[in-house]
């Protein structure tokens, strides 16, 4: 079966230090993988997605970059963050070739002070 | 307007009660039909997933679709204080491949008193 590691699940970082979050996915090949944000009392905002190695889309102008340096893995960087980066970021996938459902991560929470 | 409209609630039902949730959207392209279920804290987890219109039904959860009216809905028969959660409802015009995305709505909290 299909697992989504995420990490780290908490932290608290301060203006304008930089950030990278972690995601891979086990027991799948070539999924799509994405990138949401959850601010508090709203809905899911979608900000990158991937659907191979190397080919990242961004949805929002932001102060946040994607990579995808392997097949199953995406990582979110920011060089200096915001206070109004913080949020509950949360990684997903996607069967790439038919699926038309997508799994969530455990999500990490952001916390910029 | 907003693609997917969800009331945030919070809404409240004793224990047992049937819990009823709706979405409506504005797009008529939209087909394929999800439902989210996320607590405090944690990732979203698919609960149901129904293609074009009709019912689906998965132990105590029936999905509705009715397209005609751009209105989906989410029953929860003899609810638990443990649906006591977040629900999301998410939809799309085409399949997830080739990079095409799903939208959501925003979610309605459910509290379920014991």
């Known amino acids: 079966s299909q697992t989504i590691h995420q990490w780290p699940a908490t932290l608290v970082q301060p203006v304008g230090s930089p950030l990278s979050l972690e995601c891979t996915v086990e027991g799948t090949s070539n999924p799509n993988l994405y990138w949401y944000r959850q601010a508090a009392g709203r809905g899911l905002q979608l900000l990158f997605y991937s659907v191979g190695i190397g080919q990242i889309s961004s949805e929002v102008p932001q102060n946040l970059s994607a990579s995808r340096p392997q097949d199953r893995q995406f990582i979110l960087s920011s060089k200096k963050l915001l206070l109004s980066d913080s949020g509950f970021y949360l990684c997903?996938?996607?069967?790439?070739?038919?699926?038309?459902?997508?799994?969530f991560g455990e999500g990490s929470w952001l916390t910029v002070v | 307007q907003k693609e997917v409209e969800q009331d945030p609630g919070p809404l409240s039902v004793p224990e047992g009660a049937i819990v009823s949730l709706n979405c409506t959207y504005s797009?008529?392209?939209?087909?394929?039909f999800m439902w989210y279920r996320q607590y405090s804290r944690k990732g979203p987890e698919l609960l149901m997933y129904?293609?074009?219109?009709g019912n689906k039904e998965d132990g105590r959860f029936t999905a509705q679709v009715d397209k005609s009216s751009k209105y989906i809905s989410l029953f929860i028969r003899d609810s638990q204080p443990s649906d006591s959660a977040t629900y999301l409802c998410?939809?799309?015009?085409?399949?997830?491949?080739?990079?095409?995305?799903?939208?959501f709505g925003g979610g309605t909290r459910v509290l379920v008193k014991p």
């Open positions: 997903a996938w996607s069967i790439q070739s038919a699926g038309n459902t997508i799994y």
């Open positions: 998410a939809m799309s015009a085409r399949p997830l491949a080739a990079g095409n995305k799903l939208t």
């Open positions: 129904t293609y074009s219109s």
């Open positions: 797009n008529s392209a939209f087909q394929y």
